[in-house]
C-alpha cells in the first residue's frame, strides 16, 4: 500500500512546487483540513442516515399496530408481510419476520417518538433492539415472571 504523505513528501517539495509561493507546509496544513473535512461531512452523512433508518423503522411499527387494531390480525401478519415485502423488494434482508415484530415492540415502547429527541440518531436500530429486549427482561426479572 503507498503511503501517500511519504508520496506527496517527493513530488511536492519545495523544489518541484508548480507554484513557489504554495510551501510544502502549506500544502500538509490544506491537506489535513480537507481531509477534516471530509471526515465530518461522512459523520454528518451516517447520522442523519441512521436518523432515517430509526425513524423508518419506527413508522413501520406505528402501521403495524395500527393494521393490526383495524383488521384484528394477529402475528400471522409478520410471516405474510415477511414474505411479501423480500418479494417486493427482490429479497431484500431486513424485512424478517422478526425485524418486522422488533419494528412494532419499537414502536410500542416510544411511542410519542421521545427518544428522538433525546437521542438524535446516536443509537442505531440494533442498538434499540437490544435496548427493548433488555428492558423487557429486566421488568420480567423484577415482577417475578
Not at 431484500?92 to 415492540?105: A, H, I, T, W
Amino acid at each position: 500500500m503507498v503511503d501517500i504523505l511519504s508520496l506527496s513528501k517527493t513530488v511536492f517539495t519545495e523544489e518541484t512546487m508548480l507554484y513557489p509561493t504554495i510551501s510544502f507546509e502549506h500544502y500538509k496544513i490544506l491537506l489535513a483540513e480537507i481531509k477534516g473535512r471530509l471526515k465530518n461531512a461522512q459523520l454528518r452523512v451516517d447520522i442523519i442516515v441512521k436518523y432515517e433508518l430509526i425513524k423508518f423503522y419506527w413508522d413501520i411499527g406505528k402501521l403495524i399496530i395500527e393494521s393490526q387494531k383495524r383488521a384484528k390480525w394477529g402475528n400471522k401478519l409478520f410471516e405474510v408481510l415477511a414474505k411479501g415485502l423480500r418479494r417486493s423488494f427482490h429479497n431484500k434482508e431486513g424485512f424478517s419476520e422478526r425485524n418486522l415484530y422488533n419494528m412494532r415492540q419499537f414502536y410500542l415502547r416510544y411511542p410519542d417518538f421521545e427518544i428522538f429527541q433525546a437521542l438524535p440518531a446516536k443509537l442505531t436500530g440494533t442498538h434499540h433492539v437490544v435496548l427493548i429486549q433488555a428492558f423487557s427482561i429486566q421488568i420480567s426479572f423484577f415482577i417475578g415472571e
